[in-house]
């Protein structure tokens, strides 16, 4: 009886397989039948001078709304020319270098203190701070079962994919799920703020378990704490870190916090926003914009890329070799041949861009600490190489300069991040921009942000079937 179930199942489970295998090849059919009727020919983007990617041809961005949260800058204009300069960023006015300082300085974590003033629009009295503090570790704790009845039901390989799903079932258990006014967006932002580390962490750990056969621990955060050492202690089976590691993992959350609204997934909630939807289905939906490998995932390409270069270039300190390797790059001779050195160049800074400028000073202490200093000092090489050549071979309208993506995914290496988890850390971190971005939002527009795209297929006649 046994044998015979087993076999019933088996049979079943083959049936399920070789149904799947005959649905997705009919679609990959179809697919292939429509593809032509899909292209649009590039000469037409020209002709009608359509902005491909909201970005003109020189790579300056088309002002689609205005914005107090945050400013990036990497030019001055002078007798009608756009000069490069070093890169800044803001936070309500105020330089991150500033910010960073400032807190650096008196020994302080960082990351809580720009949450508030991205919501607030202003720097937190000390008094403010310690409140802030308190009522995010309110915050913090998921709902009852939620882990239970959510995160370990379907838990994804791509755990971007499961936060997804936790920020939309939220709304059941939110009584003012779908009130969007000011105060209520607040509080709701407010706690997928303080939601958004364990929902990551806790997501990862049901992968672990349930798509990979590893243990699975689950540490509750310390309302102590700060968001940056939480995230250890939940992501570490012995709950343990060192103050650098935490600090550092601090500024990393800051540098991430915020980065204009014209990046996609600020810009996706603007745009979900104005139709006047709830604030679980914006954050959703940017949170699926963060996972494309185009914007979120990008240290991930940077981590591949430079494990690739270990595997061909065994000697870090052979200079020809690391020039020859980057070569290839740019040649698309070499990874995976898109012709891209990763973490190098970025739509708007090109001679430095200042989140890279500062992580890459706090990386090299890390670095120290975990004898890793050989490796701190193959990126900083990459760095340098690559800007040469790119200089040599591409004919560049701006300078090109190392972005931010070069040393996180080296840095969250060090502090023992799986990869997985580096996207989804990247959005623990912009959560505290899109919420501001949402209710910048709510506050101005009374519009909803439908822009014009232009027709070019000419109208032809219906044709009955018979005659197809």
């Known amino acids: 009886m046994e044998k015979k179930n087993e076999a019933i199942v088996r049979e079943r489970i083959e049936n399920i397989v070789r149904e799947f295998r005959e649905n997705q090849e009919k679609a990959a059919e179809l697919a292939r039948e429509s593809y032509d009727r899909y292209i649009i020919p590039a000469e037409l983007y020209g002709k009608y001078d359509v902005k491909r990617g909201l970005r003109d041809a020189d790579g300056k961005g088309v002002v689609a709304g205005l914005t107090t949260v945050s400013q990036i800058t990497a030019s001055r204009e002078e007798n009608g020319k756009r000069i490069p300069e070093a890169g800044r960023l803001l936070y309500r006015g105020i330089s991150i270098e500033d910010l960073v300082n400032g807190f650096i300085a008196q020994n302080r974590f960082g990351f809580e203190e720009i949450v508030y003033l991205l919501l607030s629009g202003e720097l937190p009295t000390k008094a403010q701070l310690d409140s802030f503090h308190e009522l995010l570790a309110e915050y913090q704790f998921l709902p009852e079962k939620f882990k239970s009845g959510i995160i370990m039901k379907m838990p994804s390989d791509n755990i971007m994919s499961t936060m997804e799903k936790c920020v939309l079932s939220l709304h059941a258990v939110d009584p003012k799920a779908d ?131 270990k595997q061909n270039v065994p000697d870090w300190k052979n200079e020809s070799a690391l020039r020859e390797y980057l070569r290839k790059l ?37 670095s120290v600490e975990k004898n890793c200093h050989d490796e701190f000092e193959l990126y900083a090489d990459v760095e340098r190489i690559a800007k040469e050549l790119i200089a040599e071979k591409r004919k560049i309208y701006k300078g090109v300069c190392a972005n931010v993506d070069l040393y996180s995914g080296f840095v969250y290496k060090m502090l023992g991040i799986p990869m997985d988890l580096y996207t989804p850390l990247f959005a623990v971190a912009r959560i505290a921009g899109w919420s501001a971005h949402r209710l910048e939002e709510l506050i101005n527009s009374a519009k909803i942000i439908r822009p014009s795209y232009l027709p070019v297929r000419e109208p032809r006649a219906y044709t009955a079937i018979e005659d197809r």
Do not use: C, W
């Open 179 to 309: 009130d969007t006014s000011v105060e209520n967006v607040m509080r709701q932002s407010l706690e997928l703020i303080a939601r958004f580390p364990a929902m990551a962490v806790y997501s990862y750990q049901a992968a672990q378990y349930f798509r990979q056969g590893e243990s699975m621990v689950y540490h509750r955060p310390d309302p102590s704490k700060t968001i940056a050492e939480n995230f250890l202690i939940m992501l570490r089976p012995d709950g343990q870190y060192t103050e650098l590691e935490a600090r550092l993992l601090d500024l990393a959350l800051v540098l991430h916090a915020e980065h204009g609204g014209g990046n996609n997934s600020a810009f996706t909630v603007h745009v979900v926003t104005s139709s006047g939807t709830d604030t679980y289905s914006a954050i959703s939906a940017a949170l699926g914009s963060l996972k494309g490998p185009k914007h979120g995932g990008a240290n991930l390409k940077v981590m591949e890329m430079m494990e690739d270069l």
């Open 330 to 366: 740019l040649d698309k001779e070499g990874f995976d041949r898109s012709g891209l050195i990763y973490g190098m160049g970025h739509a708007i800074y090109s001679i430095s861009d200042p989140r890279a400028v500062i992580l890459k000073e706090f990386a090299e202490k890390l």
